[in-house]
Every structure is written in C-alpha cells, then in structure tokens.
Nanobody, 122 residues
C-alpha cells in the first residue's frame, strides 16, 4: 500500500504562488495526480503526470497556471501553482493511480493522501 503525504499548503494572497509537495512511502512508477475539494463542493481533478513524467494532463482551470512535476528518485510529486485566486482555496490531495497514462477520473485512483489546505486571500 502506497502512503502519500502532502505538504506546502498555507495562506497566500491573490496573485501569489505556492508549491505543493507530496511524498510517497515507496517508489511508484504509476500515474500521480492532484485533486482539490473546496468547502461545500465536490472533489475535482487538478493535474496528473505519467509514471516517468513525460506526459501531463491538466484541468482547464489549471492550464497556464499550475504545473505538475515529479522526481522518482525522491518519490516526490509537486504542484507549482501561480496566479492564485480566491476560487483556488481548497484542500489539495495527492493521489496514486495504477495506470500508465495520466487520467482525471478520480475512480482510477486507489491511494490518497490526507490533503493540505490552501487558502487564497483576496
């Protein structure tokens, strides 16, 4: 079982940047992704990256603002976020999917972290 631990969340002003990190308990050559859930809303897909990092897939709202990357030597995946807005306020979750290619379908992900809170003040 892969354990995932997110970090890097916090309070940031609108227009600012933040980098989230996710540490996996073991080496995993599978898709890793980020999801988020705002209060009172359903969880939504943010971005995903293929096992070797060659392919990424972003939600429309993340295009041009968020960048997902991974370092397999360190068992880490990152989410660099910029131009943050109040609507980006949410708990961000790291997740693992036993697939070769990135997917935005949450049902494809079998392991999840506990999340890290991101709050954007306007």
């Amino acid at each position: 079982q892969v354990q995932l631990v997110e970090s890097g969340g916090g309070l940031v002003q609108a227009g600012g940047s933040l980098r989230l990190s996710c540490a996996a308990s073991e080496r995993t050559l599978s898709t890793l992704g980020w999801f988020r859930q705002a209060r009172g809303k359903e969880r939504e897909f943010v971005a995903a990256i293929s096992r070797l990092g060659a392919t990424t897939y972003n939600a429309d709202f993340a295009e041009g603002r968020f960048t997902i990357s991974r370092d397999n030597a360190k068992n880490m995946v990152y989410l660099q976020m910029s131009s943050l807005q109040s609507e980006d306020t949410a708990v961000y979750y790291c997740a693992h999917a036993p697939t070769a290619f990135p997917t935005g379908q949450s049902t494809s992900y079998n392991y999840w972290g506990r999340g890290t809170q991101v709050t954007v003040s306007s």
